[in-house]
């Protein structure tokens, strides 16, 4: 099955965007970050590259639009109040932001047919209906505009991608998803702690997978088949179950991440926490057996 599902996707992203978009030095910024990682993960899919080596290029994607001036000044503080960063700070911390998601989102998200697609329209889509609501503000304009594309531009792969897939999104494919994610959670008012709710569910299974890998003496960026879809699978549900289980949940938490508070917010993280954490183990133990 070819991989190369990143390809189209940024170009259309890239074209409508253009059509769409002010052509200034944010969305160059986006877009040659995008770019990198699109030929990344063209070079990736055939040639395997070293993981480390991928990192590396994922920093290189994400300080491109961070230099372009897309940058984290503040978050939210649960109890209260906001947590303002120094210019530097800002920029290290949306780097380490974007990187974190891409990574997270390749992997706890896209090992089941039409799994990713599903979850980044869902997930684009909720930063849209967020941004909308201060649509009074003329700059959630473009942010509306960008999360539109992004759901579009996904949408259109997704018949191609769910079961039976006939295109894999691939690596590229894969980590331009976390990427557009973490830039309009940082283009629509810094709501980071809302984009981490609505992808609780492969954010926390990568998270303990990172945690299991580690504690096992093994390197967290080497892969396995033991996230959580893997384990829902050999529990005895199809491929395509499992994406609408993961459809399903993200839609909810969606929903919720539109309509919680910045505490709510974090206490809803740790309840999902709870509950992934127990259904890997309830899962673990009842295969084991």
């Known amino acids: 099955t070819p991989r190369g599902g990143g390809i189209p996707i940024f170009f259309s992203l890239a074209v409508t965007s253009i059509l769409f978009l002010p052509l200034d030095r944010h969305l160059l910024g986006i877009l040659g970050g995008a770019l990198i990682l699109v030929i ?18 994922g920093f290189l994607a ?34 380490f932001w974007i990187v974190f998601l891409m990574n997270m989102i390749n992997m ?21 209906a967020l941004s909308l609501r201060f649509s009074a503000d003329i700059t959630q304009w473009p942010v509306i ?18 079961y039976p897939q006939k295109i894999m999104p691939g690596y590229g494919g894969a980590t331009l998803a976390g990427y557009l994610l973490a830039i309009l959670s940082i283009l629509s008012t810094t709501k980071v702690g809302t984009l981490m709710v ?21 390197s967290p960026v080497w892969g396995d088949r033991r996230h959580l879809h893997h384990r829902l699978l050999d529990s005895g549900l199809s491929k395509s179950q499992v994406a609408l289980f993961y459809w399903l949940i993200t839609a909810i938490l969606g929903i919720l991440a539109l309509n919680l508070n910045a505490a709510s917010k974090l206490y809803t993280m740790i309840g999902i926490g709870g509950l992934v954490g127990g259904i890997i183990l309830w899962l673990s133990y009842r295969q084991s057996k």
């Open 145 to 162: 505009i960008l999360a539109s594309i992004t759901t579009g531009a996904f949408a259109g792969f997704l018949p191609w991608h769910i």
């Open 62 to 95: 994400a300080t491109i639009p961070v230099i372009a001036g897309v940058g984290i000044s503040f978050i939210t503080n649960p109890w209260g109040g906001l947590i303002n960063f120094t210019p530097f700070l800002s920029d290290i911390f949306a780097v």
């Open 198 to 218: 609505v992808l609780g569910i492969p954010l926390i299974d990568t998270g303990y997978t990172i945690i299991r890998r580690l504690l096992s003496g093994k």
């Open 108 to 128: 706890g998200a896209k090992g089941i047919d039409g799994q990713l697609t599903g979850v980044v329209i869902i997930s684009a889509l909720t930063i849209a």
């Open 40 to 57: 990344m993960g063209f070079l990736d899919d055939k040639y395997d590259l070293n993981p480390y080596l991928r990192l590396a290029l």
